[in-house]
């Protein structure tokens, strides 16, 4: 299908990813199998990679959905839905997200304008870390409204919390109601107030159905969902599977007008007092990006934690020339 047959009947849905590494790579990949995108549109510095995944990802093509997968360039965002920004350096063991921002600022301040000068109605959807630095630098560069420019933020940390959550309650973390909000990094805040299962919070939901959550059991867990990123990297140097399955959900929510609930960054305007910082809380995500903030009732110590996070976020944006 050429650009104008595209743009003139109802197109496919499109969706461009900027930086075929590790995450790039596997969110088109899982765009593939679960098929929500018709064109995926691959675009790196480094070309002949771009070129290697396209290939291998066509190469399954008799086994997945069908779609078109190709290396391309910015001139094929001007069509896309969506573009996901996973261009940038990934950490190294040991490194803090904040350690990378100078680095991958400098991707962004190259890679946002190329996209804005194709498009100007496709969401952006930034998974690069820092996240929420990353995802400021790519509101205020791109000039677009900020509910179209969306971090994937802590929607991973989110899904660890509802993961190990449902471990230990013996529930699918699908079952699982509860929210990590705030910086996708260490200072992020994990709302235990409104964790729930099934609709109970989760002191009766032991008193009722059996198990224990005591206030060590807790900082574990919170600990564990802060920590998985340095874990994985020690392991096995990057991580990928669950972000790449993240990033299809919010492009899925995107691109099928969802309005779901999701854990993403997004600039905060007025919100529990809030501004000019981007950052993560329970977005409505449709169409539009993140077309409103939920609030929530948090206690006082969630409140203030939330705080500590935005004041983080905002020394990290601070630093940038933007
Ligand atoms: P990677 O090194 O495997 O891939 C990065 C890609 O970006 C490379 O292919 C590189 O060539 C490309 N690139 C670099 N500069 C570019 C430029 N100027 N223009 C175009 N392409 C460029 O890294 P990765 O493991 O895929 O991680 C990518 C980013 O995602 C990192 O910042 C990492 O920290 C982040 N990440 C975020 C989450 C999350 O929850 N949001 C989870 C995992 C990783």
Same mark, same amino acid.
């Given at each position: 299908?050429?650009?104008? $047959?595209?743009?003139?009947?109802? =197109?496919?849905? =499109?969706?461009?990813?900027?930086?075929?590494?590790n995450?790039?790579?596997?969110?088109?990949?899982?765009?593939l199998?679960?098929?929500? %995108?018709?064109?995926?549109?691959?675009?790196?510095?480094?070309?002949?990679?771009?070129?290697?995944?396209a290939?291998?990802?066509?190469? &399954?093509? /008799? +086994? $997945?959905?069908p %779609? @078109?997968?190709?290396? &391309?360039?910015y001139?094929?965002?001007?069509?896309?839905?969506?573009?996901?920004?996973?261009?940038?350096?990934a950490?190294? /063991?040991?490194?803090?997200?904040?350690?990378?921002?100078k680095?991958?600022?400098?991707v +962004?301040?190259?890679?946002?304008?190329?996209?804005?000068?194709h $498009?100007?109605?496709?969401?952006?959807?930034?998974?690069?870390?820092?996240?929420?630095a990353?995802?400021?630098?790519?509101?205020?560069t791109?000039?677009?409204?900020?509910?179209?420019?969306?971090? #994937?933020? $802590?929607i991973?940390?989110?899904? !660890? +919390?509802?993961?190990?959550?449902?471990? =230990?309650?013996?529930?699918? /973390? !699908?079952?699982?109601?509860?929210?990590?909000? &705030?910086?996708? &990094?260490?200072?992020?805040? %994990?709302?235990?107030?409104?964790a729930?299962i099934?609709?109970?919070r989760?002191?009766? +939901?032991?008193?009722?159905?059996?198990?224990?959550?005591?206030?060590?059991?807790?900082?574990?867990?919170?600990?564990?969902?802060? =920590?998985?990123?340095?874990?994985?990297?020690?392991?096995?140097?990057?991580?990928?599977?669950?972000?790449?399955?993240?990033?299809?959900r919010i492009?899925?929510?995107?691109?099928?007008?969802?309005?779901?609930?999701?854990?993403?960054?997004?600039?905060?305007?007025?919100?529990?007092?809030?501004?000019?910082?981007?950052?993560?809380? /329970?977005?409505?995500?449709? @169409?539009?990006?993140?077309?409103?903030?939920?609030?929530?009732?948090l206690?006082?110590?969630?409140?203030?934690?939330?705080?500590?996070?935005?004041?983080?976020?905002?020394?990290?944006i %601070?630093?940038? #020339?933007?």
């Amino acid at each position: 299908m050429t650009d104008e $047959t595209a743009t003139t009947s109802k =197109r496919a849905v =499109r969706v461009a990813i900027v930086g075929a590494g590790n995450v790039g790579a596997t969110c088109a990949y899982a765009l593939l199998l679960n098929g929500t %995108a018709a064109e995926i549109v691959l675009i790196d510095a480094n070309r002949e990679r771009a070129e290697g995944e396209a290939m291998d990802l066509n190469h &399954g093509m /008799p +086994f $997945t959905r069908p %779609a @078109r997968v190709w290396a &391309g360039d910015y001139a094929d965002c001007a069509i896309a839905d969506v573009v996901v920004l996973t261009a940038g350096a990934a950490q190294r /063991p040991g490194e803090t997200r904040l350690d990378l921002l100078k680095r991958n600022a400098a991707v +962004f301040q190259q890679i946002v304008p190329q996209v804005v000068q194709h $498009t100007r109605e496709a969401i952006l959807l930034v998974a690069a870390n820092p996240l929420d630095a990353l995802t400021y630098a790519a509101w205020k560069t791109s000039g677009l409204p900020a509910s179209r420019v969306v971090g #994937s933020g $802590t929607i991973l940390d989110t899904a !660890r +919390f509802r993961y190990l959550l449902g471990q =230990r309650f013996g529930v699918e /973390p !699908r079952s699982v109601h509860a929210f990590i909000i &705030g910086e996708h &990094g260490d200072s992020q805040v %994990a709302i235990w107030s409104l964790a729930n299962i099934a609709g109970m919070r989760l002191d009766d +939901f032991c008193r009722m159905n059996g198990g224990t959550l005591d206030a060590e059991a807790k900082r574990e867990i919170a600990q564990n969902a802060r =920590r998985a990123a340095y874990d994985i990297i020690r392991r096995k140097g990057a991580t990928y599977y669950a972000i790449a399955a993240a990033l299809v959900r919010i492009i899925e929510a995107i691109v099928r007008d969802q309005n779901s609930v999701l854990t993403v960054s997004s600039l905060a305007e007025n919100v529990y007092g809030l501004n000019d910082v981007c950052l993560s809380l /329970p977005g409505v995500v449709n @169409r539009q990006g993140v077309s409103r903030v939920l609030l929530l009732p948090l206690d006082a110590e969630e409140r203030g934690a939330l705080e500590n996070s935005a004041r983080i976020i905002r020394e990290a944006i %601070a630093t940038l #020339s933007l």
